[in-house]
């Protein structure tokens, strides 16, 4: 037997999975290194005080019992709660509504759906500098307001208006990945159902409560868990827009995640704020799945 026929009949002998194997462990490994290393490292180091030149020292959950005292972070909790509790609920509502428009074939649809995505590729770095001067005294959301007879005021410099400000640029940005959800799954909706409902006398919103929306809450629990995820991710935009302003009324955990490790170099510290970020966030996608996905 020669050695190619020896080479062929080995290759043979193993099985597809084998083979799947060693195409995909190169990009596992890679994976593996660079996402999950740095993660174990993260909540390590959360258990330690480290800074830039300094010893590692083992602190157990001293830092732990930082956050639970820091004003700072609570603040940054109940900036990332309310920021969500906004953009959530309006991302999701208005990628219903757009998706119900565009649904139908009719001319231009096409081109409103590219539209409405367009904000999801946008530079978020672009989209904050554009919208601070949007959102500032001389720019056309006060002009518009001023037109309705409302003060013309700085709404990044408010600390009232600031955070609903940066909430709406969220909003603005993920909306267009909610378009592209709600009408793939409302494509699968049978229009039997609604020639049904239209014969049995229902109007266009009873249609839509009772036939259309329970079609929907598989897509809309999945946009709910994203979203949440992506709303206690928020940075970009309060970085270029507010830098965690005025008087930290937007200073999210992310914010504050970033100050404490990159400004304060304190990356313990920075360590347990990135563990309790993650934490929160899996246990509010487990209770979105115990309420939502119950129903789904």
Known sequence: MTTIERRARRGRSLSPGWIGLGFVLPCFLLFLMFRFGPAIAGVLLSFANYTVGGNLEWKGLLNYQRLIADPGFLNALRVTLVYTLISVPLTIAAATGLALLTRRAFRGARLYRSIFFLPVVTSLILAGVVFT???????????????????????????????????????????????????????????????????????????????????????????VIIETTFSFQAFDTIYVMTSGGPVDATYSLVFDLYQESFVNFDFGYAGAIGVVLFVLTLVIALIQRATLGRES
């Open 133 to 223: 001067w949007i959102f500032s005294s001389g720019g056309p959301w006060s002009t518009v307001l001023s037109a309705f007879g409302f003060p013309v005021t700085d709404w990044l410099e408010s600390g009232t208006f600031a955070l609903p400000a940066v909430a709406l640029v969220g909003v603005w940005t993920r909306f267009g990945y909610g378009v592209l959800i709600i009408l793939a799954r409302l494509q699968e909706v049978p229009r039997e159902l609604e020639e049904a409902a239209v014969v049995d006398g229902a109007g266009p919103w009873r249609r839509f409560r009772h036939v259309v929306l329970p079609q929907l809450r598989p897509a809309v629990f999945f946009l």
